[in-house]
């Protein structure tokens, strides 16, 4: 399907496909739809029938004039293309002489036929059938009994024609139902129509949920797919045939069925449409309801076509119509072989041995005398003349009066009739099929949780379906969050690492600065200390306050800085305290303010002179050495730019290991969960087909312990007194 193929993907919304069929000859690319005109709605804009897989829009084709539905497809359908294949060709190759109505309308699937925005999709191209609805219909006719009865005649005729040719619709409803001008039907939304081709492969939908059995479950996909949406278009139709007042009074104005809706098949004794049909006086409606009833817990596979299964005329397993006493045919009387007529052919023909041999063995008549009943047989008479003698003679005594003799010969009777073999047989055989019959299941019982633990499992499945995609999303979404978070890791420290390499430059200029000035310090203080006060002393100091200065410390220009003014308390005049190059200060005797100045001005024409003479540059090895450490800094910064690139690369692996890992884990884990579903659609098949056998099974033992019982009566105390006069 284009490059949909084998892929699920957004398909456009009815509006968005609106939108783009106001330009049909530039979304189309098929020369019968390129500038078709689409039908508008008063607003101006493509009408569309919208439903839950796609919208429907009528097109009128340019070259033609012919007018045709298209269908744009809103949700992915698996193996689209090759479903709508096998179907167009299983259709094409129907005789129309050989069908009971036209019911079939052409179509052809075009892959990527129309384009929406930059993608294309495919549409179904259909032949326009001028028809209305089926519940349209009846809205218009169902006053009209012959119409409406000849109409389900048709629909039962259609459903024949669909089981001939092993097609089902899979969505029979009153929507896909469209009946021509002609009262004939036509059949439309194929998208769920089983074919013979399409074996093995699973449905696409359920069908509308008002006309399907509630045990139809999503593996539910073959060529009975539509025997009971089937039975209750039937029943509604033949009902309101038979009392149009049924429409008005069960069916609602613009309601999503016809008569019944899927209450009425999950809950049948509490509905009230099925209980009023039940109760309808017309024969054919509450047979039909009955059988709609009884019909909703049994399995797909052994439902009953319409075909020969009408009440008042079932078929029997060797396919000859047969009527139950009742005038209604009974699914549940055995035909040949110990089954329901309407399962054969269905179901393996089994019978249980025993039941079939007491059927045989347990006569429903009194046969050969035996001695205690010629006995029986002659106490009746003498006991009669005992009772006649005491009458006539007037004979009575305490504890006999004329009864007791018959009472006497009653009781005999009744002895006698209980040791006959056949009593004893009859006995035996409905003890033994009433035990056989409540060690098998109820079946209605068993096909209602059937249906629960399917319905289970659906809801289960498609939740997982729903849960397992989110949970990729989920994890891809975090996968994408951790490789977003690692390269702001990446960006934040590859900024800082090119901020200080950027700032090297600067950095150089600082150190080359700072050593120039380290040198020049060095050398002004390296003169200072060459120049001793002893020796070359300021004015006004002496031998004596050299001494005095050298033993406080101060022997060169070099080892003091300063001086303090301080104020001389004692003689209330200003003193002085020389500052030495550490910081302390110190008090020299003979120092006073005045030699203190005379001492930092030497000191500073001292500094003045050295500063005059000292380096102006590096010298080149020292300039280098400070390059290389700058160099080798450069060098250390780009390294660790180049660590976080790698630690970057590590982030992204671990975080795409933990994807993978997670990706892994839900795979394996959806399909654990997928055979296990699989599994248990199996062990549910295994149920049905258990189930359809006990079902037979269950009729077969009630039938024959209803025969037991009869035949129980039959062998009764008059039936006893007549065989020992009369031998039968």
């Not at 590590?650 to 296990?676: F, I, M, V």
Request: with cysteine.
């Amino acid at each position: 399907m284009g490059s949909a193929t084998g892929q699920q993907r957004q398909f456009p919304s009815g509006g968005e496909y609106a939108e783009a069929l106001q330009h049909t000859h530039l979304c189309f690319r098929h020369p019968e739809l390129k500038g078709a005109q689409p039908e508008l709605t008063r607003l101006g804009l493509p009408r569309a029938i919208s439903g839950a897989f796609a919208s429907v829009f009528s097109l009128t084709s340019p070259t033609s004039g012919q007018r045709y539905a298209v269908k744009c497809f809103t949700r992915h359908v698996p193996d689209q293309e090759r479903r709508y294949q096998a179907i167009s060709s299983r259709l094409a190759r129907l005789d129309p002489a050989g069908l009971s109505q036209p019911w079939a309308l052409g179509f052809e699937y075009l892959p990527d036929a129309i384009s929406v925005g930059q993608e294309h999709y495919p549409v179904l191209k259909m032949e326009w059938c001028e028809a209305v609805t089926l519940s349209s219909w009846l809205d218009d006719h169902h006053a009209d009994r012959f119409a409406v009865d000849r109409l389900a005649d048709r629909f039962e005729a259609l459903t024949r024609d669909l089981a001939e040719n092993q097609i089902a619709h899979g969505d029979l409803q009153h929507g896909n139902l469209l009946v021509a001008s002609d009262d004939t039907l036509r059949l439309v939304d194929y998208d769920g129509m089983y074919v013979p081709a399409l074996d093995g492969l699973a449905g696409t939908e359920r069908g509308h949920r008002n006309y399907q059995s509630p045990l139809r479950g999503n593996d539910d996909f073959g060529a009975d797919l539509d025997r009971f949406s089937a039975w209750v278009i039937f029943l509604s139709l033949k009902a309101v045939a038979a009392d149009p007042a049924l429409w008005n009074r069960l069916h609602e104005p613009k309601g999503e069925f016809l008569l019944l809706t899927e209450d009425d098949f999950k809950s049948p004794n509490g509905s009230t449409g099925l209980q009023t049909l039940l109760a309808h006086p017309d024969r054919t409606v509450n047979g039909l309801a009955d059988q709609v009833r009884s019909l909703a817990f049994q399995p797909l596979d052994v439902l009953p076509p319409l075909p020969g299964a009408l009440p008042g005329q079932r078929t029997t397993a060797t396919g000859a119509p047969r009527t139950t006493a009742s005038g209604m045919g009974s699914s549940a009387t055995p035909a040949a072989g110990g089954l329901p007529g309407w399962m054969a052919g269905h179901v393996p023909q089994q019978a249980p041995a025993s039941s079939a041999g007491r059927s045989g063995t347990s006569p429903d008549s009194f046969r050969v005398r035996t001695p205690l009943d010629v006995i029986t047989a002659v106490l009746w008479p003498v006991m009669l003349a005992v009772t006649a003698l005491i009458v006539v003679a007037g004979f009575s005594a305490p504890l006999i009066g004329p009864g007791v003799p018959v009472v006497a010969a009653l009781a005999f009777t009744a002895f006698a009739r209980s040791r006959r073999v056949e009593r004893a047989q009859s006995r035996a055989a409905v003890t033994e099929l009433t035990n056989e019959l409540a060690q098998i299941e109820d079946p209605s019982k068993a096909a209602e949780k059937l249906r629960k633990d399917r319905a289970k499992l659906d809801a289960a499945e498609a939740k997982r379906t729903a849960d397992h995609p989110r949970a990729q999303d989920k994890l891809t979404a975090q996968y994408h969050a951790a490789l977003k978070e690692a390269e702001k890791r990446k960006a934040r420290k590859q900024r800082d690492i090119d901020q200080k390499i950027d700032g090297l430059a600067e950095e150089l200029r600082r150190a080359l600065g700072k050593a120039l000035a380290d040198k020049q310090s060095a050398y002004v203080r390296d003169q200072l200390s060459r120049r001793l006060i002893a020796q070359s002393p300021p004015h006004g100091i002496g031998p004596t306050l050299a001494v005095r200065l050298a033993a406080a410390g101060i022997r060169t220009a070099a080892d003091f800085k300063g001086y303090r003014s301080v104020q001389n308390r004692n003689y209330n005049s200003t003193g002085a305290v020389l500052v030495l190059d550490n910081g302390r200060v110190v008090d020299v005797h003979g120092i006073g303010e005045a030699k203190a100045i005379a001492l930092d001005v030497w000191r500073k024409r001292l500094v003045a002179s050295a500063e005059a003479r000292q380096p102006t540059q590096l010298s080149v090895p020292e300039r280098q050495s400070i390059e290389q450490g700058v160099t080798h800094r450069r060098t250390q910064l780009t390294a660790q730019r180049k660590a976080v690139e790698a630690e970057t690369d590590d982030l992204r692996g671990k975080a795409r290991k933990q994807w993978e890992d997670g990706r892994e884990r839900l795979n394996q884990e959806n399909t654990l969960a997928s055979d296990r579903a699989r599994q248990q659609r199996q062990e549910f098949s295994r149920r049905a087909v258990e189930l359809r056998l006990n079902s037979a099974l269950h009729g077969t033992l009630s039938d024959s312990l209803e025969a037991a019982r009869l035949t129980q009566r039959r062998l009764s105390y008059a039936r006893y007194l007549r065989f020992l006069y009369l031998g039968h």
